[in-house]
């Protein structure tokens, strides 16, 4: 058998926490950039869009995240798309993301009062100035809580991804204390790693939420 | 300005009056529900109008429509001229650029500084500089007596300081005519005064202001025209001192009255 010694499991551990790390960003990215553009065209567009987005919201909602990256990943290969595990999570991740992000945000920005899109009307703003310069900017504040809190779940949501082969955090934990018979110590460091990782996540957005309201001029 | 000549189509450039805002039978409606049935109104350059009357009898929907906050169905509007056309966005900017609008609840953006909120949409729209648009807010806010509250965020003022940055706010657009829709409604007793004072004052210097108001006092004071508004049309039109002192409708007199209970 081979012996574990601590510095082996953590140095395996944060190995693996690249994978984490690389699956975050890229939900992170891709969710925020799919999330934001769907928003822009719902608020845009009105309602027809705004029930195809619902639909799209419910559908990767109503699922769980585990079956989207066996149909990204196995799916896709059957219907003769061939992708590779990266691809896949990166897809199935964006996806998963942007529908929940989306409604996060729409959600923040129907919390600011009406009248604030009637001053900037009567202003003579145009709609995208409205959005810029009045609604987003209150919205934003709005959504640095939510967002930030299903940013975390998104962290941990990424273990999911070793379905499709991904060593990432838990993963690699499971593999280590099944080797080391040590899955109290193995599991304990995994669960720091993650806290390591989503702890300052949710600082940093405490600090952006208590940055006193706007810009001295 | 009191007694208004009925508008004919005989308007000659030797008459200078011409109306700012025309409003030909519209008609509005929300749904099966209809809150504006026919409403004819000239307003001329400088004209201060109060709007009166019962909630819900169409006197807030009037103005809103004004500057397209409201769409109408039926009938024409026009600012200086110019139609209102809700379907072109080139044609709504142009107009509210015409047309600004005070409303009850201020409305500040809560997220930037009394002098960004005047600033904003004279550098957005009018494409001034940082510097001229912030010139143009201080003199502005020396007007509405806040020359010192430049840097200060909304929450930190008062309503009626709020309501009058949003004076402020407005003007900086330098439109031809103000909508005021209850503007002193949302504030305390005691702050209603500081408000009508400047508003008093834009009627003084010419400025066309048709308001929509419960302060009976001030409409008697600083309106030309008073307009009774009753179930979406306009029931009694005229000279505050005809209005208030003889009405001729048994709705207005009956309004009237409701105000002194």
Not at chain 1, 109 to 128: C, D, I, K, T, Y
Not at chain 2, 41 to 46: A, F, H, T
Not at chain 2, 56 to 67: D, F, Q
Request: aromatic share 8%; charged share 20%.
């Amino acid at each position: 058998m081979v012996e574990f010694t601590l510095w082996d499991i953590l140095r395996n551990l944060a190995l693996a926490l690249r994978w984490t790390v690389a699956l975050s960003l890229i939900a992170f990215i891709g969710g925020g950039l799919v999330g934001g553009a769907l928003l822009c065209l719902r608020l845009a567009l009105g309602r027809k869009t705004g029930r195809l987005i619902a639909t799209y919201v419910g559908l990767f909602q109503g699922t769980p995240l585990l079956m989207q990256l066996f149909l990204a990943y196995f799916g896709l290969a059957l219907l003769g798309i061939e992708v590779s595990a990266w691809t896949a999570a990166a897809l199935a991740l964006t996806l998963y993301t942007s529908a929940y992000l989306v409604e996060i945000w729409r959600g923040c920005v129907e919390a600011v009062p009406r009248g604030q899109w009637e001053a900037a009307r009567s202003l003579a703003m145009s709609f995208g100035e409205q959005l810029r310069h009045v609604i987003l900017p209150q919205a934003m504040r709005l959504a640095i809580a939510p967002t930030v809190g299903f940013l975390v779940q998104v962290i941990k949501g990424t273990a999911l991804a070793s379905v499709i082969g991904f060593v990432e955090l838990t993963k690699a934990g499971g593999m280590i204390a099944n080797a080391s018979f040590q899955p109290f110590l193995v599991f304990g460091c995994v669960a720091l790693f993650y806290f390591a990782l989503c702890f300052p996540v949710s600082l940093i957005a405490q600090h952006l939420e208590r940055k006193p309201h706007g810009r001295a001029a | 300005m009191a007694a208004l000549p009925d508008i004919t189509d005989s308007q000659t450039p030797a008459v200078p009056r011409v109306p700012i805002v025309r409003i030909t039978a519209l008609r509005k409606s929300y749904g099966d529900n209809e809150v504006l049935k026919g409403i004819d109104l000239d307003v001329m350059r400088g004209e201060v109008i109060a709007l009166i009357g019962k909630s819900g009898s169409g006197k807030s929907t009037l103005l809103r429509c004004i500057n397209g906050l409201e769409q109408f169905q039926d009938g024409s509007l026009t600012v200086a001229g110019k139609p209102l056309l809700h379907e072109s966005a080139m044609a709504m900017r142009a107009l509210r650029q015409q047309v600004g609008m005070i409303f009850q609840s201020f409305n500040l953006f809560p997220h930037l500084s009394v002098g960004r909120n005047v600033m904003l949409a004279p550098t957005l729209v009018k494409q001034r500089t940082a510097k001229e648009a912030a010139e143009q807010a201080r003199v502005l806010l020396a007007r509405v007596g806040l020359a010192e509250k430049f840097d200060a965020m909304p929450d930190q003022l008062s309503g009626g300081q709020q309501q009058r940055v949003a004076i402020a706010r407005a003007l900086a657009m330098e439109p031809q005519v103000l909508l005021c829709d209850e503007i002193t409604s949302a504030l305390d007793p005691e702050l209603v005064g500081e408000v009508l004072r400047v508003v008093e004052s834009l009627a003084d210097e010419g400025m066309t202001l048709l308001m929509v108001t419960h302060e009976m006092n001030f409409a008697r004071k600083v309106a030309d025209r008073v307009i009774f508004m009753h179930q979406g049309r306009v029931h009694e039109m005229g000279a505050p001192a005809e209005i208030f002192g003889s009405p001729r409708t048994a709705e207005l007199r009956q309004f009237l009255k409701s105000l002194d209970d």
